[in-house]
T-cell receptor, first 114, second 112 residues
Framework: DTGVSQNPRHKITKRGQNVTFRCDPI?????LYWYRQTLGQGPEFLTY????????KSRLLSDRFSAERPKGSFSTLEIQRTEQGDSAMYLC????????????FGPGTRLTVL | AQKVTQAQTEISVVEKEDVTLDCVYE???????LFWYKQPPSGELVFLIR??????QNEISGRYSWNFQKSTSSFNFTITASQVVDSAVYFC?????????FGQGTRLTINP
């Protein structure tokens, strides 16, 4: 399968713990995006990379959140000192740098903070 | 904020009925792209269509059709002869810079 993959698919953690999610984009895609989706809402943009450079971060991305894409391939999203309000689906998408470039989404990582 | 509004939170119809999902967007850009995505119960967002702001031609793909009206900032989606498998949450989105701005989604239920 050559689609976007995300791991883990589900994560349950206790408040205050750190969690890290991984996203593997479609191999030739040089743009990678992170979104967050809470229940009953549309996805909200968090950040995006072009190759290894992080080009934009949303105000939603507090200091407890950090994202990396060290070699321009896979990306990780870390949340430190998790809070119950961080419970959400974290979606990764990738696209080509051409025109608008359709963003293709992965299956998401569902985070539950107890 | 340049919002995307999907006024219909939930729609429920009987199979084989036609159904239209509404989308209204705000933008100050002259060039932009509009999208529709489908999110079935499995959760993965599935790309359906992208439209360029310069192309107001309506598009038809099988049972799906899209009506883009730049004058009213609307990009509506119609499913003809709906089927149970069409049941999902549908999101309209506008591409601003590189990121997508999504509406809140319309939950569509097709009853047999």
């Amino acid at each position: 399968d050559t689609g976007v993959s995300q791991n883990p698919r589900h994560k349950i953690t206790k408040r205050g713990q750190n969690v890290t999610f991984r996203c593997d984009p479609i191999s030739e895609h040089n743009r990678l995006y992170w979104y967050r989706q809470t229940l009953g809402q549309g996805p909200e943009f968090l950040t995006y990379f072009q190759n290894e450079a992080q080009l934009e971060k949303s105000r939603l991305l507090s200091d407890r959140f950090s994202a990396e894409r060290p070699k321009g391939s896979f990306s990780t999203l870390e949340i430190q000192r998790t809070e119950q309000g961080d419970s959400a689906m974290y979606l990764c998408a990738s696209s080509l740098v051409s025109g608008a470039g359709e963003q293709f989404f992965g299956p998401g990582t569902r985070l539950t903070v107890l | 904020a340049q919002k995307v509004t999907q006024a219909q939170t939930e729609i429920s119809v009987v199979e084989k009925e036609d159904v239209t999902l509404d989308c209204v967007y705000e933008t100050r850009d002259t060039t932009y792209y509009l999208f529709w995505y489908k999110q079935p119960p499995s959760g993965e967002l599935v790309f359906l269509i992208r439209r360029n702001s310069f192309d107001e031609q309506n598009e038809i793909s099988g049972r799906y059709s899209w009506n883009f009206q730049k004058s009213t900032s609307s990009f509506n989606f119609t499913i003809t002869a709906s089927q149970v498998v069409d049941s999902a949450v549908y999101f309209c989105a506008r591409q601003g810079a590189q990121k997508l701005v999504f509406g809140q989604g319309t939950r569509l239920t097709i009853n047999p």
